[in-house]
C-alpha cells in the first residue's frame, strides 16, 4: 500500500467519522464593533442531509477515497436548518432542539423559515401553510421555540417577496397586484404574513438576526425589491438575505445588497418613496461615468475598476454616494455562497426554445465562499457574512429545461432530477469537485471541532 494511498484513506475516514460532529469556521481577525456578527463567529453544522452518508460509503468502498473525503467535507461545512412544515407546536419544538444544539456547541445556527402559503408559485418547492391564519400561528410557534436570549440567525421566507402571487403565472389562485396590493389579496397577504414572521421573532428573541429573502441581483431591480422589503418590515430587522438556493457571483452580491441598503436610507431619509432615483444593476449610470450608463452583465464579475462596462459599478457607487450625502445607510444583508464558486448558468445559445431554469440543477456549478462572519469589513461593511443557507447536495427539483411532455433532465444525461430538497448524489459531486476555492486549498478558513 503506497503512502499516498494511506494518506487518502485516513482522509476518507476522518470524513465518514465527522459525520456526526458539529464544525465551525474560524474568521480573519479584523473586526467591526457595528456587526453583530464578528469576525471570529462560529456557525452550527447541523446533522448531515439525508443521503449523503450513504454517497460517502459507496465512494469508500468503490476505492474512490478523494471524493468521498470531498462529500464528508461538503456536508460537515457549517449550513442552516429549514423549517419547511408542521403543527405550531411541532416547529416550536424544532426551533428549541437546533437552538439548544447550537448553544451546546456554542456556535450560532442559521435557521431558515420556509412554510408561507403560495411558496414557490405553486412550483418544485410548493406547499407552505394553508392560509396566512395558519400562517401566523405557524410563525407564532417558530418564534416561542427560540430560547430568547440567544443569537441566531434567521432567514424569513426565500423568494416570498422576489415571487410575490402578483409575480406568479396567471393560473395562481387569486393573483394580486402589486406595488400597490389591494387588502384581501394573495399578494397583500404574502406582505402581511412576511413583515409577521420578522417581527414574531424580533419580538421573541431579541437577539436573533432576522434577514428577509430579497432573491438575487439578476432578478428584481433595486428600487422594486427595496419597496417590497420596506413593506414587508424591513426596518424592524436586521436586514436581507440574498441568493438563498441561486449561483450569483459574490462580487456582483455584494454590490447588489449594498444599493438596496443605499436606496432603503435614500427612499426613506433623503426622499421618500423616490424609488426611481434608486441606482441599480439595470442603468449603470453615475457621476463617475458622466451617466453613460449600460445594463450590468450578471455573467461577469462587478466592480468599480472592471474594464468592461457591462461589470462596472463605480456609476452607480458614485450616483448613491452624491444622492445619500452624509446619511448612513442602515439595512444590513447575508449572502448565500453555498453554490455559487463557479457563477451562475447560461445554456448554450439555441439549446431550449423555453425558459432553460438556469436556477435549477445547473450543470457545472461549485461550492462557494465557506460561512465567515464580516467577510469584507471595508469593501461592504453592511454585508454581515457569507453563509451556506442551502444545504449543498440536495435537488432543487426535477427540472426539465421547459422541454414540453418531458419529465427528464437533458443537462444531467436525461435522468429524472430528486424532487427538491432530496439528495442529488452527482450534483453534490460536481459540486464539491467544482469548489471555488477547493476543499482541499490550504487559504480557506481552519475547520475543527466546536465544541460538543
Known sequence: MTNRFLRQSCVALVAVAALA????????????????????????????????????????KKGDLKDAALIGKEVTTPSAVWFTSGTPRQVQQQVRQTALRARVTRTVPTMVAYNVPGRDCSQYSSGGASSDAAYTAWA??????????????????????????????????????YPNPAPGTATAGRIADIKYAGQAITKADPNALVYLDAGHNAWHNVGDITRRLQDAGLADVQGMSLNTSNYQWTPDLSQYGTWISDCDAYTTTVKPGDYASCGDQYWSGGPANAFAGVALDPSLQWSDTATNPAANTAGINSRYA????????????????????????????GKYSGDAQTWCNPPGAGLGARPQAEPQPTAFPMLDAYLWIKTPGQSDGQCNRSVAGSTTDPEWG?????AAGAWFPQQALQLAQNAVPALTSTGEPEWHHSGR
Do not use: M
Request: proline share 12%; aromatic share 6%.
Open 322 to 349: 452624491s444622492e445619500l450625502g452624509s446619511v448612513a445607510p442602515s439595512a444590513h444583508f447575508v449572502l448565500d455562497t453555498s453554490r455559487n464558486g463557479t457563477g451562475p448558468w447560461t445554456a448554450p445559445a
Open 140 to 177: 407564532d410557534g417558530f418564534a416561542q421555540g427560540l430560547t430568547g436570549d440567544q443569537k441566531v440567525i434567521v432567514i424569513v421566507e426565500p423568494d416570498g417577496l422576489a415571487n410575490l402571487p402578483a409575480d406568479c403565472p396567471s393560473a395562481y389562485t387569486n393573483p394580486g397586484t
Open 21 to 60: 460532529l458539529p464544525l465551525a469556521s474560524v474568521t480573519s481577525a479584523n473586526a467591526s464593533v457595528t456587526n453583530p456578527l464578528p469576525a471570529g463567529t462560529h456557525f452550527y453544522t447541523p446533522p448531515i442531509a439525508g443521503g449523503s452518508g450513504t454517497q460517502i460509503l459507496q465512494l469508500a
Open 414 to 418: 436525461g435522468i429524472t432530477d430528486p
